[in-house]
């Protein structure tokens, strides 16, 4: 069985200091690993992906994210944060197997960014 | 430009009542989900289709019906079974058997009346 666990139900950061969201995850083979970014009232956008190819994933509006296996982690980072990357933040795998490709959930981080 | 519409934006529910939440697309995505979102619990899936006049049960199809006429549609109904539908509503699709990430609509917010 594959799960997720977002470590942190809550960060706070300055504006211009480094992101870090925390995600652990557990699979029975080679997951696939996503993180989504939801602002309010808004559906999830994709930030970034991993399936088995670099461990480094960049994604867009300067975030990334290393899939480290020795630890089953996959935390996102951003170096310097925005006022705009204020939002919840979704770790996500995929359960691809069978007939369907089923996303498992995090229950989310949301991150607070302070001027 | 291509995408995921998902109507209306707010739905309002009386006691008794069914109410349908509509999903349409036109990336040419064969398969559909839909997702309910609690605060807290992250994503939680109710129904998935592959292919038109196909859909499964997901981990919390209790109170909710689908149909699956067109590739471009994926009606949620919720029906008056469904004792706490408060949530928001969460449509997604992706191309099938394939571990390709899914896209997401805007969402439907219910409410009770």
């Known amino acids: 069985a594959q799960s997720v666990t977002q470590l942190d139900s809550h960060v706070s950061v300055s504006e211009g200091t480094p992101v870090l969201l925390r995600c652990n995850y557990s699979?029975?083979?080679?997951?696939?690993l996503f993180w989504y970014v939801q602002h309010p009232n808004k559906g999830l956008q994709l930030l970034l992906k991993y399936t088995s190819a670099a461990t480094l994933v960049k994604g867009i509006n300067g975030f990334e994210a290393e899939f480290k296996k020795s630890e089953t982690s996959f935390h996102l980072t951003k170096p310097s944060a925005h006022m705009s990357d204020a939002a919840e933040y979704f770790c996500v795998v995929s359960s691809y197997g069978g007939a369907t490709n089923k996303l498992i959930f995090g229950t989310g981080t949301l991150l607070a960014v302070q001027p | 430009d291509g995408g995921i519409t998902q109507s209306p934006k707010y739905l309002f529910r009386k006691e008794g009542q069914n109410v349908t939440l509509s999903c349409e697309q036109n990336l040419n995505h064969d398969a559909m989900y839909w997702y309910r979102q609690d605060p807290g619990q992250g994503l939680r899936l109710i129904y998935y289709s592959q292919i038109v006049n196909d859909f499964q049960k997901g981990d919390i199809a209790e109170g909710y019906s689908v149909s699956r006429e067109k590739k471009e549609s994926f009606p949620l109904t919720v029906t008056s079974a469904q004792k706490n539908p408060t949530a928001f509503y969460l449509c997604a699709t992706t191309i099938a058997l394939s571990n390709q990430p899914q896209h997401f609509g805007d969402g439907t917010r219910l409410s009770i009346l």
């Open positions: 699979s029975s083979y080679s997951p696939s």
